[in-house]
């Protein structure tokens, strides 16, 4: 009984199909439709010898980009010449208590990334290895996707570290000045 119901099913949409008349494609060989209203219209691009030109005088005078980000630097130094730590970011490749398996990391660090300078740390009850300072994460992007290929469970983290060429007498200095 279903086998009966589904040839007859098959058949009809079969004849159906048979019984669709395809019209002639020449039907519309004569059809025409002007778009050209609604069209969106873009302006033309400039010569790219003189973007070239035009380019290397900006280039010459300095951009305002590089302008900037030197006006940034250079305000973030003088923010933080006084400080003895700065905030940033480092890469974490290993955190354990496993002293053996710290030590281990760092020296497999070593032998896969020779260029690379591990920092090793003991913060009780745990060893740390860190790698690299930097200021801003996207700094801490590229070397942390090359070490993630071989160190899976390395982050960035946030840091602290003591700002290069710090004395301790520069904050004596400013006490004594003060009394």
Known sequence: MKNALIVILVSMFALSCAAIKRG?????????????????????????????????????????VDEDLEEAIGYFKRDNEDKQYYNGFTILVYSGVDRDKAFETRNDLYTTHPDVKADMQYQQPRYLVKVG????????????????EDFPSARIIQDRFERDGFEENDIEDDFDAER
Request: proline residues 9%.
């Open 133 to 148: 300072q930097y200021v801003n994460r996207i700094e801490a992007q590229s070397l942390y996707y090359k070490i993630k």
């Open 24 to 64: 002639p494609a020449d039907a519309y060989k004569d059809y025409s439709e002007d778009l050209s209203e609604t069209r969106v219209t873009f302006p033309e691009l400039p010569d790219p010898d003189e973007m070239e030109s035009e380019s290397s005088v900006a280039k010459g005078a300095g951009s305002p």
